[in-house]
């Protein structure tokens, strides 16, 4: 922010409600590199850090939407500022959703270490979960600085994120019905699959959102999918 | 002189116009169905142009004859009466006037009888040519004005403009007047002066006019009179300065209460009744100084052994320090109250008490105002004149003592104006020098009064 | 930094010692005040009291009341009621044989004495009654006569009995003579038939207002024509059209200016321009009212120009903004809400006007006039001039007589100026 | 200048679109000097047909100054100049025969305090066709009077006191009828400054409410100290700054998005 | 809206906004009662209009933000005005995000039928549908009427749906151990599953949402989960 | 009335939280009375200790009178008459032997337009303590004056010319001269009635600014027309209606979700 407000209390709700943002988008993306990395380590004890932490990124998310909710109401924000509640309230849900699928996540991965689970042949859950993971930074990055560009960069590097996820898709399934005992793991991990997909979603939408804000509308042309689990049979 | 007949002829003449305006205008309109202005304007243009010239030949020339003739009954008045010693024209001419206007005293000479006769002849002949040139005019005029009229014809602009003009030229009137003060009075200081040296009627202490003639040119030694004018001044302000000090603190402590002490019912009983106190007549007051305050004031003195002259300083002074009482008090009155109610607010809001606010807040803040007010009241004191004709006395007296008789300016001037006056006299024309300085000093008091109350006012707007 | 605020209770505190002192200074402030108005209060009441306390015997006189017989023959020699015919008639004769009949008194000079007693109006007032009501000839009628202004002021007191005779303007002869009179029932104390009739008179007794009246008016009628229009249009003309500039400046100073200067200055105007260079008469409230026009104008023009201030900005932007014209908001809006405030100042002027008097004595209007004028080019003066002359007569009647002139003047000032405040309370507008 | 096509000889420094397609008034490098002050400096601007457009811009920007020039109400200041044209279909109203009698009857005004005449309600709408010899005889008037009040909504409150004074009337009614006394004269531009800053809240969402209706019918420029007012009531906003027309344009763009960062500063409250 | 705004133009905005909400609530109905219906129908016809409507959702879904934006921006509305608002924008996302997931089952019973697909024994989608269908439609009638109480009631039923989705994963996953020959039906029930859960976990939040309308504040007590697939393992 | 505790003879209409903990100030079934006509009908409220709450209400609600009961003001008003309890501190200012003058040191009061004594900026803030002989000396005078200054966010901009006139000062400059005057004695709480209804918005955002610093040193009660700046500035608000005090509460409470249908009406626009 450029110009402060001749209310300089203003700009302080402005910035509390920057700064819990911005706070709750690192609290999640360290769940989720916490999350990704059990996947691989599978510490139970963070792993069940990693859930409990949860409800934590919850209470902020529901401060976030409160607080913003009060400024629109008592400040009758404009133009930048108003974008910048909005797009605070949206990515802030947003990232309250990521938080939950973390916590999926992890919880699957308890499950799965349960079941003496090793990574299916063709599947790295870890490598999608790191490309994710650096989405997500990049996005927080974009936020903090109100980098438009990189927002769309991370927007279109959600491609990658979606092809991977139908290769693992598929080969998860080819996995079980080579395989019929491998029904529950391969479940799980067509979930927590499917959850990194998700996430690396919603980050895209978290850079349609930041393109928002600094811009004032939202990006025109179609995003470019590459997701078609819903739409492929395994041969 | 003037001849009312000839004016309701010309007035009805435009009228006239009027109406034939108007009724070309609704013509037009149902030609067209499109005039530029409303009907009622093109009869006022032709009705204006028809009115005005006439009007303005017909005063020129009923103020204009007289002036013609007076000048033009000169070759018949015989040489030898011109000629003779103590020949005044105006007296001569004034003797044929009052023949004209059948007004005989006994019986004039035989040249008055005649040049009034012929006087009486040439007012006829003006008569009828004035009545003729004048509705001439009007017709004329009038007609010229009303073959203005077509479809293109803005005539409400047209009639503005005229009566904006008709306007600026009342204005006019103002500079007219003071341009005729100016004239009135400033020949007759000039030849006064050229008799008397201007410090000597400035720094004289001496005020004795006689009436001498013309012949004591010159110097200020020979014979009787002598225009020392500072007996004069000085007695002009001790009577002020008695004026203001009865009328200062009443007019002040008067306003103070009713503004801001009073109820609204005291208020509205109070203000008007010592604006009164302005609004009775001079004469009165005069007549009240001199037959009661004047002989109190001798009988208390005498009682404590003092002796007051029967027309003093003392009652003049207080006299008209309680007719100026309402100038001050008035004046400052709407001043403070013209002061925001918001300061006193503020100044109650922190806790001042009432006087401490009036005192401390609404006064300053007025103070500009009321120094205009009392400055106006003084210059008021210095021109007033029936007070000090009647209870002040005429003896020009050099002294500061308010028990004493003195006299003042206007008091002298009046005195030396009314009756005859023989107007080549050092006495007479000393009243236009008297009066000459007068206005010097009332005008510079009121542009002070003036540029205080400017200040004032931008400071609230 | 030693000391900071104070706290509030410490300020409290402070504030809370002084408090008596300072609601002290209150109090006498307000007795200050209070005294201040009543003192002009008394001013007022004092000086209304004396003018009244003296005036209102002004407005009566003495009268003796004759039996006069209205011989025909004597009082219209010509038998035509022509004033020719009545003038050389034998009315005062006639009267003072009535008053003899009850006097009695002898030899010549007790005769020329006894003459004396009845006011020498006496034979225009028979002519007046026959002339009024002809069928008076030959009857015997009781006829009110005004006494001499030295008996008037004999029966007041005024002059007193035990004044040593050489001292008194009364002697003991004419005495005798008031008291026959009195002990008849002949003399009367009415209400004066020449103070709101006559005119000015060397004879106290017959001295009236009437003359000096009706050339107020007629004054203040020429005034009034010419001061208001043009007052009216310079205020206008200032307010509204003129832009402000240099001219406009010079005539706002010329007008301020104008209302300071002493009012025997317009009078020494009046009788340099209008008498002087004009030519025209003196004395004729023609020229009174001119003077007086000119002394008025900046009042009206000043008091117009607020009133046309007071109107609010927004009234003129109203009008301009559906198209008005700009002369069409002056005279449609401004005008009419300013009126009120114009008229005010106007009558305040007028009354200013009606009260001058120095002026007027420049320009003559002093002069004796016995004739009522009847138009503003007749000769004339005016009430407070008449008050001037008045006050100046030596006759303690006189006194009286100003006195009582005071009172009509005052009366009309006051209406005047009660007009102008019910005026302007009544029109006044709240914007 | 060519006053017939939109081209400029002088280049525009205002953001936004200037221009409008229907354009009544055409403001174009408009400068206006309160005797040797800049107050309006190269405004181009147009007013398009039956479009509410508000100005706004902090104290002193010029809005005020820029809308009288619409009807010329400049002229009645003596110490006011203006420079460049504006055109009432392509007509310049600066023109040196351009009577501002008519063009103040064709571009009405309303005014920041409510100012009826001190007459009666009927009067008072009445005057305007009146002095202008619009209504043929008295029921013709009495017609106009009626259909301007019923279009101002004042109608329903003050039809049995048609004849009581409009002074008597509260702020809010006061305004309306004004803007009847405007319509009355059959204007085709209505200009307002600032015509609600005297008025209450619930006063001000009437007036605002008319004004919505009368966009259907009239060309409105209104002048409003309060951002909210214009989002409220206009389509198009226009941002003064400093006497400089900074940006124009939708309103809903100008405050979601504004382009100029000084329109950005003011909008959200910052310093500009 | 018992109350008019004096600015009746505001009212028009508010109304706007709040058809177009309704209209895409029923829309978006209408997508998801369809999918279902077309899973037991297997109508390939009206699955391929399920997908293809779906943009218009979305682009409903655009509308109704940029007009919820803009009438703060413009109108600063308060109290129940901007509760209406906000709470419109986020049912707006979340009716979006319905009608991706009705996309998305539609898109997986394509796939079902082309890989003759049969419901498995214990697993009834069609009944989990419905119900799902029923808590929709009923929380569409609560924000109609501004009804908190129903809202509730919809938000306890969707205790329900996470009991049956627990179920049917355990069935589904049971099937695949058992044949390994279903793991791509499987995987594809599984998900359409969840869809199906996530679709009456968002009609819970829609709920929750009309509670806050209505009163002014979220409510505070923890909603009863049931949903336990990422916890458990199939005996 | 027992004044010593809060419970009351009288119900009370109000929603929401009427009594704080710390109050200083308790008002108690106040009535306001402008010679007949009731214009505060049984408001009982409390202000707390060192907090910001404004009164906000349709024009005429009484929002100015109740607040001038506070240092009755209204005193000035012959007419006025109060009745009920209101306590500062728990002392009943309404009492007989309560002078109006130390009370009014203890409350201070900022106006609607500014009102700056024609004096110099010195003098404006030095008046106070030097009617109330609060400095001992020269320069205790100059250090309140400067102190007040400071806080008053003044100092800066006026420093360099304190003896030049506080009338030549802008206007929001002048209402924060007003504000360091009425600093300046010490007084505890602060009364505002309106203070920038005669401002434009920068000047106003400084106000608030101000007063947004100030809350944390003195009790202050705002008056004000603007639902927005109620909403900024303060931390309570209250809402009057009819000379009644229907609700009062947290700000963002009455802002949000207000619970008297009336306050809604009002803070979202709708007739009452
Ligand atoms: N009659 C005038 N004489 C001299 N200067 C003026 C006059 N009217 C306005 N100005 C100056 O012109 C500039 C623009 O004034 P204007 O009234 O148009 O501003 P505005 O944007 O309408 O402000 P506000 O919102 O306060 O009404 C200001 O600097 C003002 O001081
Ligand atoms: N001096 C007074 N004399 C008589 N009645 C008054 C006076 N002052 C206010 N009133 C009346 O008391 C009521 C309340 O007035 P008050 O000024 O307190 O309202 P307010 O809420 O402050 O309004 P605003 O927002 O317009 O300032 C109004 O009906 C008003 O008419
Ligand atoms: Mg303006
Ligand atoms: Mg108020
Ligand atoms: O958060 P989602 O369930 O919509 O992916």
């Given amino acids: 922010m450029e110009n402060k407000h001749i209310d300089s209390s203003f700009d302080k709700d402005l910035n509390k409600i920057n700064n819990n943002l911005l706070k709750l988008g690192t609290l999640g993306l360290n769940q989720f590199e916490k999350c990704i990395n059990n996947f691989g380590t599978q510490n139970l004890e963070e792993i069940n850090q990693v859930i409990a932490f949860d409800e934590k990124l919850d209470e902020l998310d529901d401060k976030i939407q409160k607080s913003g909710f009060e400024i629109i109401a008592l400040r009758s924000p404009r133009a930048i500022d108003l974008r910048r509640v909005i797009v605070a309230l949206k990515i802030s849900t947003i990232l309250e959703r990521i938080g939950d699928y973390s916590r999926n996540i992890s919880n699957r991965t308890k499950v799965l270490i349960e079941l003496n689970y090793t990574d299916l042949p063709g599947v790295n859950i870890g490598k999608m979960g790191q490309k994710t993971q650096q989405m997500f930074e990049d996005v927080l990055e974009s936020y903090t600085n109100e980098d438009d560009k990189l927002a769309i960069k991370v927007r279109n590097s959600d491609f990658k994120i979606d092809k991977m996820h139908t290769e693992y898709y598929l080969e998860i399934i080819s996995s079980m019905q080579r395989n019929k005992k491998l029904a529950p793991i391969g479940t799980h991990l067509l979930f927590i699959a499917k959850n990194i997909e998700r996430v690396a979603d919603y980050v895209t939408d978290i850079a349609e959102q930041i393109y928002f804000l600094v811009n004032g509308k939202m990006l025109s042309d179609h995003r470019p999918k590459a997701d078609e689990t819903s739409l492929k049979i395994p041969e | 002189m003037f001849n009312l007949y000839l004016l309701f002829v010309i007035i009805l003449i435009s009228l006239l116009f009027y109406f034939f305006g108007v009724n070309n205008a609704k013509k037009l309109k149902l030609q067209n169905n499109k005039l530029h202005s409303l009907k009622h304007y093109y009869g006022f243009f032709a009705l204006l142009y028809s009115l005005l010239p006439s009007l303005g030949v017909y005063f020129i020339l009923t103020i204009g004859d007289d002036i013609l003739f007076s000048n033009m009954i000169k070759i018949y008045i015989p040489t030898d009466i011109i000629n003779s010693k103590d020949f005044n024209f105006t007296i001569a001419l004034a003797q044929i006037n009052n023949s004209v206007d059948g007004l005989i005293f006994g019986t004039p000479p035989a040249w008055v009888i005649n040049a009034a006769n012929i006087w009486k002849s040439w007012v006829i002949k003006s008569h009828i040519i004035t009545s003729i040139l004048c509705i001439v005019t009007s017709l004329i005029s009038g007609y010229l004005g009303y073959s203005k009229i077509n479809h293109n014809f803005r005539s409400r602009n047209a009639v503005e403009k005229i009566v904006i003009s008709l306007l600026a030229i009342s204005s006019i009137i103002a500079i007219l007047t003071t341009v005729g003060i100016i004239f009135s009075v400033a020949f007759e200081s000039i030849r006064f002066f050229a008799l008397i040296p201007i410090d000597e009627f400035l720094f004289g202490t001496v005020w004795n006019p006689q009436f001498e003639g013309a012949e004591r040119a010159g110097s200020g030694q020979e014979g009787l009179s002598q225009y020392g004018s500072l007996p004069l001044f000085a007695g002009t302000f001790l009577i002020s300065f008695i004026a203001l000090c009865v009328s200062v603190p009443i007019g002040l402590y008067s306003a103070v209460y009713l503004s801001e002490y009073a109820s609204k019912k005291e208020r509205a009983f109070f203000k008007p009744l010592l604006e009164i106190l302005a609004g009775v007549p001079t004469v009165v007051y005069g007549f009240f100084a001199a037959l009661t305050v004047a002989p109190f004031l001798r009988n208390s003195g005498s009682l404590i052994g003092l002796d007051i002259a029967s027309e003093s300083a003392m009652a003049a002074g207080l006299v008209m320090g309680v007719m100026i009482i309402p100038f001050i008090s008035s004046l400052s009155d709407d001043v403070i109250n013209a002061v925001p109610q918001s300061l006193r607010d503020a100044g109650y809001g922190l806790g001042s008490t009432k006087s401490e606010t009036i005192l401390q807040i609404v006064i300053p803040a007025a103070l500009p105002g009321v120094v205009a007010s009392i400055i106006l009241a003084v210059s008021r004191a210095i021109g007033e004149t029936m007070i000090v004709v009647m209870a002040a006395g005429l003896a020009a007296n050099l002294t500061g003592n308010p028990l004493e008789a003195v006299t003042t300016v206007t008091a002298q001037i009046i005195t030396i104006l009314v009756g005859d006056q023989e107007f080549e006299s050092a006495k007479t024309l000393s009243a236009f020098a008297l009066a000459l300085t007068l206005i010097i000093i009332t005008l510079g008091l009121n542009f002070f009064a003036l540029h205080v109350v400017k200040k004032y006012r931008e400071q609230y707007e | 930094m030693s000391k900071k605020f104070l706290n509030p209770a410490d300020a409290t505190a402070i504030v809370k010692k002084s408090i008596k002192k300072r609601r002290a200074k209150d109090s006498r402030l307000k007795l200050y005040g209070r005294f201040a108005v009543g003192l002009a209060s008394c001013f007022l009441i004092f000086l209304f009291y004396t003018i009244f306390e003296k005036g209102t015997p002004g407005f009566f006189q003495y009268y003796v009341t004759l039996d006069v017989n209205f011989d025909k023959e004597r009082i219209d020699p010509k038998g035509d009621l022509s004033d020719n015919s009545l003038f050389s008639g034998d009315a005062s004769k006639i009267v003072n044989e009535a008053l003899f009949i009850l006097i009695e008194p002898k030899g010549r000079k007790e005769k020329k004495e006894a003459k004396k007693i009845i006011s020498s109006g006496k034979d225009v007032r028979i002519a007046k009654m026959v002339k009024q009501n002809p069928n008076l000839f030959g009857t015997v009628t009781k006829v009110k006569f005004a006494l001499d202004d030295d008996i008037d002021s004999f029966l007041r007191g005024y002059i007193k009995r035990e004044t040593p005779e050489n001292e008194r303007r009364v002697n003991d002869n004419v005495i005798k003579f008031i008291d026959k009179l009195n002990a008849e029932g002949r003399i009367s104390y009415n209400f004066s038939d020449y103070i709101l009739s006559g005119s000015a008179s060397g004879n106290p007794e017959m001295a009236g207002i009437k003359g000096a009246f009706v050339g107020s008016i007629l004054t203040l009628f020429v005034c009034l024509l010419i001061a208001f229009p043009l007052g009216v249009a310079t205020a206008i003309y200032l307010e509204e059209i003129a832009k402000k500039n240099k001219i406009t400046e010079f005539i706002e100073v010329n007008i301020n200016n104008l209302a300071a200067v002493p009012s025997v200055v317009f009078g020494i105007m009046g009788l340099a321009i209008f008498i002087g260079i004009f030519g025209m008469p003196r004395s004729i409230p023609l020229v009174g009212g001119m003077v007086l026009a000119l002394m008025t104008l900046p009042t009206i023009i000043i008091s117009s120009r607020a009133a046309i201030r007071a109107v609010p900005p927004s009234v003129r932007d109203a009008a301009l903004g559906i198209g008005a014209s700009k002369l069409q908001t002056i005279f449609h809006h401004v005008i009419p809400l300013a009126m009120p405030g114009m008229l005010t100042g106007t009558i305040i002027g007028m009354a200013q006007a009606l009260g001058e008097t120095a002026p007027l004595l420049m320009i003559g209007m002093v002069a004796f006039i016995v004739d009522v004028p009847n138009s503003v080019v007749d000769p004339g003066t005016v009430l407070p001039v008449q008050i001037f002359m008045w006050a100046d007569f030596a006759e303690r009647m006189f006194v009286q007589k100003t006195s009582a002139a005071i009172i009509v003047l005052l009366t009309f000032l006051i209406s005047m100026n009660a007009f102008a405040i019910y005026l302007r309370k009544k029109l006044e507008r709240r914007w | ?272």
Same sequence: chains 1, 5.
């Avoid at chain 4, 457009?53 to 820029?66: A, E, L, V």
């Avoid at chain 4, 003596?78 to 040196?96: A, H, M, P, Q, W």
């Fill in chain 4, 1 to 272: 200048m060519n006053l017939k096509n939109d081209e400029l000889t002088k280049s525009i420094n205002t953001v936004g679109d200037v221009f409008v397609k229907d354009a009544r008034i055409k403001a174009r490098n408009v400068n206006v000097f309160y005797a040797e002050k800049k107050a309006i400096d190269e405004v181009t601007i147009d007013i398009g047909n039956k479009e509410v457009i508000s100005f706004i811009g902090p104290s002193g920007c010029g809005k005020s100054t820029f809308l009288r020039c619409f009807n010329r109400m400049n002229d009645t200041i003596d110490i006011c100049r203006v420079e460049g044209s504006i055109t009432l279909d392509e007509e310049n109203i600066y023109d040196k025969n351009v009577d501002v009698v008519p063009l103040r009857a064709r571009i009405g005004m309303v005014f920041q305090k409510p100012n009826p005449f001190p007459k009666s309600i009927f009067d008072n709408v009445a005057y305007g066709p009146r002095i202008h010899g619009l209504a043929d005889n008295k029921s013709h008037l009495e017609n106009i009077v009626e259909m301007s009040l019923k279009r101002a909504g004042l109608w329903n409150e003050v039809n049995d006191r048609l004849i009581s004074p409009g002074t008597g009337l509260s702020g809010g009614q006061q305004q309306r009828l004004c803007i009847a006394r405007a319509i009355a004269v059959s204007p085709e531009v209505i200009l307002m400054d600032e015509p609600c800053s005297a008025l209450d809240p619930i006063a001000t969402a009437k007036i605002e409410e008319l004004i919505h209706e009368l966009g259907n019918d009239y060309s409105i420029v209104i002048v409003t100290h309060s951002m909210q007012q214009a989002a409220r009531v206009s389509k198009r906003t226009a941002y003064f700054h400093l006497g400089k027309l900074i940006e124009v344009g939708k309103t809903k763009d100008i405050f979601t998005r504004p382009q100029h960062n000084q329109t950005e500063a003011y909008i959200s409250g910052k310093i500009g």
